[in-house]
């Protein structure tokens, strides 16, 4: 098992600029979440989904969007980048609500 | 909304010195896990309390859930460079489905 996998490990975005963050898992969990973390502020949940085609907001879910068409892909979409969007971005997905949740090795992004 | 502080921010230890680090919520959790992010890592889960008061040992660990349900702590013994990394911990409220994360600890370990 590979586990969660996230790509691109690293990326640099110019302001305005769209792009994906891939994530994939093959646990066959259905609960897989997006989080972003910045110096001193720990793990901020960005978005969630609890299955395949169901999906929820988190703490900081402006300016992203995720879909959830397959119980392995939990794909995170940056509409507009901007440089407060600058940070690592964690996937990670759980087979229940109430386990324990595996990460993805993270992606690093600028936006400059 | 649920909020989840961890405190101290940093802890600068002394190799073989035991130092805790604390965790409060603003709400009442359903359960709270822990998780260790090594440098340039990503978070792994170390455990899940559930229970009011419950206490779990693993090596030199030990991990406490207060009897409100409000907050934990992580004890760590006789501290080895290998404990060096930051210390997460993350809560679900009522609702279930949000795993809110603390700002962690950070731990340093001076040989």
């Known amino acids: 098992n590979a586990g969660v996998t996230q790509t691109p490990k690293f990326q640099v975005l110019k302001t305005g600029q769209s792009m994906t963050l891939q994530c994939a898992q093959d646990m066959n969990h259905e609960y897989m979440s997006w989080y972003r973390q910045d110096p001193g502020m720990g793990l901020r949940l960005i978005h969630y989904?609890?299955?395949?085609?169901?999906?929820d907001q988190g703490e900081v879910p402006n300016g992203y969007n995720v879909s959830r068409s397959t119980t392995e892909d939990f794909p995170l979409r940056l509409l507009s980048a901007a440089p407060s969007q600058t940070s690592v971005y964690f996937c990670?997905?759980?087979?229940?609500?109430?386990?324990?949740?595996?990460f993805g090795q993270g992606t690093r992004l600028t936006v400059v | 909304g649920q909020q989840v502080m961890q405190i101290p921010q940093y802890q600068h230890v002394q190799e073989g010195e035991d130092f805790t680090t604390y965790c409060n919520s603003s709400?009442?959790?359903?359960?709270i896990q822990w998780y260790k992010q090594r440098p340039g890592g990503h978070p792994v889960f170390l455990i899940q309390?559930?229970?009011?008061?419950e206490v779990k040992k693993q090596k030199r660990l030990t991990f406490q859930f207060g009897e409100a349900k409000k907050n934990s702590s992580l004890h760590i013994t006789a501290t080895q460079t290998t404990d060096v990394g930051t210390y997460f911990c993350?809560?679900?409220?009522?609702?279930?489905?949000?795993?809110?994360f603390g700002g962690g600890t950070r731990v340093l370990v001076k040989p």
């Open positions: 309390l559930v229970k009011s008061g």
């Open positions: 990670a997905s759980s087979y229940s609500w109430n386990t324990e949740a595996f």
């Open positions: 993350a809560g679900r409220g009522a609702a279930g489905n949000k795993l809110t």
């Open positions: 989904s609890v299955g395949a085609g169901i999906t």
């Open positions: 709400t009442t959790l359903s359960n």
